[in-house]
T-cell receptor, first 114, second 113 residues
Framework: GENVEQHPSTLSVQEGDSAVIKCTYS??????FPWYKQELGKGPQLIID?????GEKKDQRIAVTLNKTAKHFSLHITETQPEDSAVYFC?????????????FGQGTRLTINP | DGGITQSPKYLFRKEGQNVTLSCEQN?????MYWYRQDPGQGLRLIYY???????QKGDIAEGYSVSREKKESFPLTVTSAQKNPTAFYLC????????????FGAGTRLSVL
């Protein structure tokens, strides 16, 4: 089945700098890749997603890139702010007939230092 | 106010006891999911249901049980067979479609007394 690996597990950056989180997946048939942000004591929330027919997607300060050949995708956050501090999860949606589910990475704890 | 409601926020289990975590959604979503979250291990799928009266095991179903008698509700029972139940439990729901965007509740933290 699908396996998603996420790196790094922790990331600390200065406010205003950029942050990059990377994920690799194993199933080349996976076709949808969302990113979720989880703030302390809350459930994860979708922040951006990308489908397998697109190489890059941007939404203000966040962007996601996908390399299907290498089977990896990345989250880029520019001009980081203190409110970006959270745990971020990547996920992949495998193509399984009759099943709709996501496989999540292990998470990255991002800390923005003022 | 639409969304997913999990209760209780905190739950304590005694040895040998079964406990049930509640998950209710008013988003009219067909699919619902239960995840377990442990530090450094991300979100692991326990059970999921794509339609009323049907559910499938996820990756770590042993020691857990679910039911899906109503579209809005997907309760999770942590049985005494689950020897290490201490974790943060998250419920989610989604529409069926190409994307599978999942909406999460605020979670229940389960601890063993």
């Amino acid at each position: 089945g699908e396996n998603v690996e996420q790196h790094p597990s922790t990331l600390s950056v200065q406010e205003g700098d950029s942050a990059v989180i990377k994920c690799t997946y194993s199933d080349s048939a996976s076709n949808y890749f969302p990113w979720y942000k989880q703030e302390l004591g809350k459930g994860p929330q979708l922040i951006i997603d990308i489908r397998s027919n697109v190489g890059e997607k941007k939404d203000q300060r966040i962007a996601v890139t996908l390399n299907k050949t290498a089977k990896h995708f990345s989250l880029h956050i520019t001009e980081t702010q203190p409110e970006d501090s959270a745990v971020y999860f990547c996920a992949a949606k495998p193509q399984i007939q009759g099943a709709q589910k996501l496989v999540f990475g292990q998470g990255t704890r991002l800390t923005i230092n003022p | 106010d639409g969304g997913i409601t999990q209760s209780p926020k905190y739950l304590f289990r005694k040895e040998g006891q079964n406990v049930t975590l509640s998950c209710e959604q008013n988003l009219n979503h067909d699919a619902m999911y239960w995840y377990r979250q442990d530090p450094g291990q991300g979100l692991r799928l326990i059970y999921y249901s794509q339609i009323v009266n049907d559910f499938q095991k996820g990756d770590i179903a042993e020691g857990y049980s679910v039911s899906r008698e109503k579209k809005e509700s997907f309760p999770l029972t942590v049985t005494s067979a689950q020897k290490n139940p201490t974790a943060f439990y998250l419920c989610a729901s989604s529409v069926q479609g190409a994307k599978n965007i999942q909406y999460f509740g605020a979670g229940t933290r389960l601890s063993v007394l």
